[in-house]
């Protein structure tokens, strides 16, 4: 979906929630967000693995937040469909037997892959080196998407959810290195990688800027026409926001480590 410049509103993009809600009500707090000052924008996985996954998705919808899907957010979806059975660390059960689950996840079930306007595009993993026409791929996986079974035999949805690297046609790494050992990788480091594969992003060249989430392991990401906001909350880091009009990180610790880095 393309939105419109009619909204005056700053646009706050907020990196994974993963259940973090006590941070994103700490993070809102030092923003000062003011619904009538501020549009909220999701990178998605807002639930999962977290504490509090019911309370950020109640939150996120109640902001009239937009969002865009990320691969627990369709781990959520594929499980309430039935077609997905519980992983060991999943904490959506609540969601699951809330009384408004079945309409939260019809709402998430909503969202796009991507939003994108004429300076910025959201995306929860990244895009595809070959997709140029980013409406057509919105339009594609909402024609091909079958939620009666698992999403991710959607293989645009999959991409723009998961990848990390790929090589100049988009193609990923044997699986061996496209995620790396989690005690190989530092911040800033972004794992034993070698051409043609790279981080997703070494194939983006603008001019817009492309705002992600999804890869903790590599933390902030503040480089020309890319911001990455997978800033590891859930693992005891941080919860973090990019201010677009400011170009202004904004960020808060997390309150607890929830899982433990392995
Ligand atoms: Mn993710």
């Not at 046609?169 to 050992?181: E, L, V, Y």
Request: include cysteine; charge should be negative; glycine fraction near 10%.
């Amino acid at each position: 979906m393309t939105v419109a410049n009619s909204d005056d509103r700053l646009r706050v993009f907020i990196g994974d929630v993963q259940g973090c809600a006590s941070e994103l009500e700490d993070l809102l707090q030092e923003l000062r967000y003011d619904p009538a000052r501020h549009a909220l924008y999701f990178c998605g996985d807002l639930v999962n693995r977290g504490p509090r996954s019911l309370d950020a998705l109640r939150l996120a919808r109640e902001c009239g937040a937009g969002t865009v899907l990320g691969n627990h957010d369709l781990h959520l979806i594929a499980r309430a469909a039935g077609v997905r059975g519980a992983k060991k660390l999943d904490t959506i059960e609540e969601i699951l037997a809330a009384p408004d689950g079945a309409e939260l996840v019809e709402w998430l079930r909503g969202r796009p892959v991507l939003i994108e306007w004429p300076d910025i595009v959201l995306v929860h993993a990244g895009l595809h080196p070959e997709w140029t026409d980013l409406g057509a791929v919105n339009r594609r996986v909402a024609a091909e998407v079958d939620w009666t079974g698992d999403p991710m035999t959607t293989p645009d949805l999959r991409f723009a959810t998961t990848i990390r690297y790929c090589d100049p046609q988009g193609k990923s790494p044997p699986r061996d290195i496209a995620r790396p050992a989690r005690r190989a990788t530092r911040p800033g480091h972004t794992g034993p990688i070698a051409p043609p594969y790279a981080p997703w992003d070494a194939f983006w060249h603008g001019p817009r800027t492309v705002v992600f989430g999804h890869w903790a392991e590599r933390g902030l990401v503040n480089e020309e026409n890319v911001r990455g906001l997978d800033t590891g909350c859930v693992w005891g880091g941080r919860l973090t926001a990019w201010i677009a009009g400011e170009d202004r990180f904004v960020s808060v610790p997390a309150r607890a480590t929830y899982q433990a880095v392995e």
